[in-house]
């Protein structure tokens, strides 16, 4: 069977009324108890697969879970186990599921296949089942901790699972919590978070960038949802993390590559059967700044003073940004953040009918994506010959549409040679990394023209960045113009 269903945090200061809004229906209370089973080298958890036992009351279940086509989705198989003595884990109990060839494939990748406790559950549930947008909900509310080699972490979650109806209907009732209670949305599982836990490290490896999963054939709707599927499983997988508290350098870049991907969908997709609401670019936009301006902070200025200390400039006190970021954690709670991802992943669940075109058909994605990538191509390149002539903005806007092209041609990828796209890509990626060095030279220098204003040694620094960006501008332009030359996939 398959699992549809989303997580959302609760905060201390929610749990109250968390509760208080499930008692207002009927509920039923029970605790679960569950051991997690993993083979020594976690290949289960590695391959997105959990396998557990589970004490329901007086039930005991074995359950295997898979990932799914998107965040919403697991394929799930169950077996009640016989009363009686404690149930060994046994994966055969799953031979006729459709989880058994996921579960060979991990489990063959292990030296002996055995499998070993490596964490447990205790939660207390409270459930209730609730009719939303046509959909029939359960609702249940978590409460517990998760256990593995003498540590342990607390389990406070809202769960919504979807019994019948739109898969979408989950993404609105998620939506009226976020906004009620300041939850927000949570979806690394007991089953991932315990996996940390029994690994003894509390770093978490960023989700990155995955290619939507078309045929070449695609239509332009089936196509956009793909891509918007794609988008949403970097960025809610990084920002699940960065949620937690989980604010790693990479975590947080992982997380602005995914929204930078988002948001050139939203704007280069447009025509491709969907209406997308302005609020969702300003939403995500002024997230992907505050996230921005925090790496800047934290790691574009601090990198930059290290080598200009190195160059021998004069002490100087702490460098001062003008605007101090907010926490990124902050950043991504914030509710009307959270509901922009739950309307995306609605429209990527459940897009609006296709249009029709001339032959009484749905149009095709490839003709149309073709189209974009000529005109963004040929801008680029037309930049990339006159960069160094070129005022800072419209440098800065050459980085930001070859972003897009790059993004484009990666979501692209599935509709053409695959080998074709790399070499592409690869061509470009001089130009690319030329770019971004370029534009953290300018965050770096424009910092530290503020700071002179109050310490003029740091004119000493201002110096050798203004210098760096000069040699900067002849690399970016060196780039550009050999990136140029090379032969765009899409063309035969």
């Known amino acids: 069977?398959?699992?549809?269903?989303?997580?959302?945090?609760?905060?201390?200061?929610?749990?109250?009324?968390?509760?208080?809004?499930?008692?207002?229906?009927?509920?039923?209370?029970e605790v679960l108890r569950a051991r997690y089973f993993d083979t020594a080298e976690r290949c289960l958890a590695s391959a997105g697969i959990s396998l557990r036992v589970r004490e329901e009351g007086t039930r005991r279940v074995q359950t295997?879970?898979?990932?799914?086509?998107?965040?919403?989705?697991?394929?799930?198989?169950?077996?009640?186990?016989?009363?009686?003595?404690?149930?060994?884990?046994?994966?055969?109990?799953?031979?006729?599921?459709?989880?058994?060839?996921?579960?060979?494939?991990?489990?063959?990748?292990?030296?002996?296949?055995?499998?070993?406790?490596?964490?447990?559950?205790?939660?207390?549930?409270?459930?209730?089942?609730?009719?939303?947008?046509?959909?029939?909900?359960?609702?249940?509310?978590?409460?517990?901790?998760?256990?593995?080699?003498?540590?342990?972490?607390?389990?406070?979650?809202?769960?919504?699972?979807?019994?019948?109806?739109?898969?979408?209907?989950?993404?609105?009732?998620?939506?009226?919590?976020?906004?009620?209670?300041?939850?927000?949305?949570?979806?690394?599982?007991?089953?991932?978070?315990?996996?940390w836990l029994a690994r003894g490290d509390d770093r978490v490896a960023p989700v990155t960038a995955r290619t939507p999963e078309l045929e070449e054939s695609a239509q332009a709707l089936r196509f956009l949802a793909a891509v918007l599927t794609s988008c949403l499983h970097q960025i809610l997988g990084n920002a699940a993390h960065v949620a937690a508290g989980r604010e790693s350098d990479e975590v947080v870049h992982q997380l602005r590559v995914g929204l930078r991907r988002l948001r050139t969908a939203l704007r280069e997709l447009a025509g491709f059967g969907a209406d997308f609401p302005e609020t969702w670019e300003a939403t995500l936009r002024a997230a992907f700044s505050e996230l921005g301006e925090f790496r800047d902070v934290e790691l574009i200025v601090p990198t930059y003073a290290a080598q200009i200390a190195a160059a021998g400039a004069p002490d100087l006190p702490p460098l001062q940004t003008s605007t101090r970021a907010r926490r990124p954690r902050t950043t991504v709670r914030d509710p009307g953040f959270q509901r922009v991802l739950l309307e995306v992943l609605a429209c990527s669940l459940q897009p609006p009918p296709a249009a029709i075109d001339e032959s009484g058909q749905p149009p095709l994605a490839k003709p149309m994506l073709v189209s974009h990538l000529h005109a963004l191509h040929r801008r680029v390149v037309r930049d990339g010959r006159r960069f160094a002539a070129l005022d800072a903005d419209r440098q800065h806007r050459v980085r930001k549409r070859l972003k897009r092209l790059r993004y484009l041609s990666e979501f692209a990828a599935p509709l053409f040679s695959q080998r074709r796209v790399e070499r592409f890509l690869a061509a470009w990626k001089d130009a690319q990394d030329a770019l971004g060095d370029y534009n953290d030279l300018h965050i770096a220098s424009a910092a530290y023209r503020a700071h002179a204003a109050k310490h003029p040694a740091a004119w000493f620094a201002v110096g050798w960045l203004e210098a760096g960006k000069k040699r900067g501008v002849k690399r970016c332009a060196r780039a550009l113009k050999a990136a140029g030359k090379a032969t765009p996939f899409w063309e035969r």
């Open 64 to 195: 295997v879970k898979v990932g799914g086509a998107d965040a919403m989705r697991r394929v799930e198989h169950e077996v009640e186990l016989e009363p009686g003595a404690e149930p060994v884990v046994d994966v055969r109990r799953h031979l006729d599921s459709p989880a058994a060839q996921p579960l060979h494939d991990a489990l063959a990748r292990s030296a002996d296949g055995a499998l070993m406790l490596q964490f447990t559950t205790d939660v207390k549930r409270t459930r209730r089942i609730v009719t939303s947008r046509g959909a029939r909900i359960e609702v249940a509310f978590d409460e517990g901790r998760i256990r593995a080699a003498g540590r342990s972490l607390p389990v406070c979650e809202l769960e919504l699972e979807l019994k019948r109806g739109p898969a979408s209907a989950l993404a609105g009732l998620a939506s009226d919590w976020i906004t009620r209670r300041g939850l927000w949305l949570s979806m690394s599982s007991k089953a991932e978070r315990g996996s």
């Open 1 to 29: 069977m398959q699992e549809v269903e989303l997580r959302l945090a609760v905060p201390p200061a929610a749990r109250a009324g968390v509760s208080q809004d499930l008692l207002r229906g009927k509920v039923t209370t």
